[in-house]
Antibody
């Protein structure tokens, strides 16, 4: 079964660092781009960025560029989203999602269960 | 950035009703639009990709279409499990963008 399993909930303070994970199983990790999507409390979905696990090519949305880093580790089929200095406004649900085809320009067909991040 | 504007923002309908949601793009996105359904506390689920293709496993009561700047999503016969929020999303140009969502309730 194709799955994305995300790391557990996080409670942090402003200024702290954080790295959340998204572990893939059931398919060849390097063949499909992974995106990260943010959902602030009571709000809609916002695309944050994507990574190509075959060559580490990354694209970010302008609002998060420079504030987050998307990376991966092919040896453990895992994508990551990290912050070096959290802000209270980073409080949100974060989802990873797999792109349906290999191009990275496509629908998100498999989603992780989400990781809630709370920053005070 | 391409803006995706959904209408209505919320709606309430009876089980069995036909429901349509529209999505307007701020510029031409060809057929590169997808539709998702999300229930509270859960991850979104892909229903429709490339404007009108039904995702494997999605119920056949869901359909959609459109091209350019105008898109529509239809539920032919509303079911209780359809409550939640529906989102359109474009992937023609980076950054990918979602509509603001349409919250659907059962009367």
């Amino acid at each position: 079964e194709v799955q994305l399993v995300q790391s557990g909930p996080e409670v942090k303070k402003s200024g702290e660092s954080l790295k959340i994970s998204c572990r893939a199983s059931g398919y060849i990790f390097s063949r499909y781009w992974i995106s990260w999507v943010r959902q602030m409390p009571g709000k809609g979905l916002e695309w944050m960025g994507r990574i190509d696990p075959s060559d580490s090519n990354v694209n970010y949305s302008p609002p998060v560029q420079g504030h987050v880093t998307i990376s991966h580790d092919k040896s453990v089929s895992t994508a990551y989203l990290q912050w070096s200095s959290l802000k209270a406004s980073d409080t949100a649900f974060y989802f990873c999602a797999r792109h349906r085809r290999g191009s990275g320009d496509d629908a998100f067909d498999v989603w992780g269960q989400g990781t809630v991040v709370s920053v005070s | 950035d391409i803006q995706m504007t959904q209408s209505p923002s919320s709606l309430s309908a009876f089980v069995g009703d036909r429901v349509t949601i529209t999505c307007q793009a701020s510029q031409d996105v060809s057929v590169y639009v997808n539709w998702y359904h999300q229930t509270p506390g859960k991850a979104p689920k892909l229903l429709i990709f490339d404007s009108f293709y039904l995702q494997t496993g999605a119920p056949s009561r869901f359909s959609a279409g459109g091209s350019g700047t105008s898109f529509a999503f239809t539920i032919s016969s509303l079911q209780p499990e359809d409550v939640g929020t529906f989102y359109c999303q474009q992937y023609d140009k980076l950054p990918f963008t979602f509509g603001q969502g349409t919250r659907l309730e059962i009367k």
